[in-house]
């Protein structure tokens, strides 16, 4: 005969409350970033690579996540404001250090500089640099071997403008994460190495952090949740699991 356990109604109270509050205190984050495939797109399986980073990380913390993908100048400035809680995926800047809590990273790729097949670009001399014209993506982060203000560029609304220039002769150069350029040239141009081709050398590596908003005063600890949520994913292997789910190869230098 099964045995029935019973508890007096106050403490069985106090365990149905706490474990409701459990289930319904998850926080929920309002995260934003722009298309930025294979890292963030709406149209990627589970959102991308980052996006998916992102929200296991939060999630296994106890945060619930609502993803928006906006503009990139629209979702730093929701971010900057406070209208959203901070940004999937970001590069490192001093600027940005100053409105941000940023995380430990979780995405490192070579920055490379996009130049037709057909021209002869030399850029193993960063001196070199200043005799070409730059395509800059509109509040993008890139850190280049020349500061920005000795250089002759153009700024572009999005990597699509960018390569149209490019294409048509208008710039000599575009400089992109190596990972997306490779996703999106391949999405427009199925033979793009035909066209376009990467000058060497590779110009550095960057790494993507998430960031939040110092909008919120909170934002300190939930940059520490996500830190100690990603060490864990790391070490049990999930870290590598969504790498090798989206193909792309997980880093050996993300913490160096």
């Not at 193993?124 to 993008?140: C, E, H, K, Q, V």
Request: a positive charge; charged letters at 25%; one cysteine or more.
């Amino acid at each position: 005969m099964e045995r029935l356990l019973f508890c007096k109604p106050a403490i069985c109270a106090y365990f149905i409350l706490i474990f409701f509050s459990r289930i319904t205190s998850a926080e929920t984050l309002y995260l934003v970033n722009d298309e930025f495939p294979p890292y963030n797109s709406a149209s990627l399986q589970n959102g991308g690579l980052v996006t998916e980073i992102v929200t296991t990380t939060l999630n296994r913390a106890g945060y619930d996540t609502r993803i928006e993908f906006l503009p990139w100048s629209r979702a730093l400035k929701y971010a900057e404001t406070g209208r959203a809680d901070g940004v999937l995926g970001a590069w490192y800047t001093e600027e940005r250090r100053k409105k941000y809590i940023y995380s430990m990273p979780f995405v490192k790729s070579g920055l490379r500089m996009i130049k037709l097949t057909k021209k002869n670009v030399s850029i193993d001399n960063p001196n070199a640099l200043p005799t070409y014209s730059i395509g800059l993506l509109r509040n993008y982060a890139y850190e280049l071997p020349v500061a920005h203000e000795d250089l002759n560029t153009t700024t572009v609304n999005d990597f699509y403008q960018g390569l149209e220039l490019l294409r048509r002769g208008r710039i000599d150069l575009l400089p992109e994460d190596e990972n997306v350029a490779r996703h999106l040239l391949q999405k427009i141009y199925p033979k793009w190495n035909e066209i376009f081709d990467f000058a060497s050398p590779v110009l550095g590596r960057k790494a993507l952090h998430f960031i939040i908003s110092k909008k919120r005063k909170d934002a300190d600890r939930i940059i520490q949740d996500f830190n100690a949520s990603l060490a864990q994913i790391k070490k049990d292997g999930t870290l590598a699991n969504i790498y090798a789910k989206h193909n792309i190869v997980m880093p050996s230098d993300l913490y160096e």
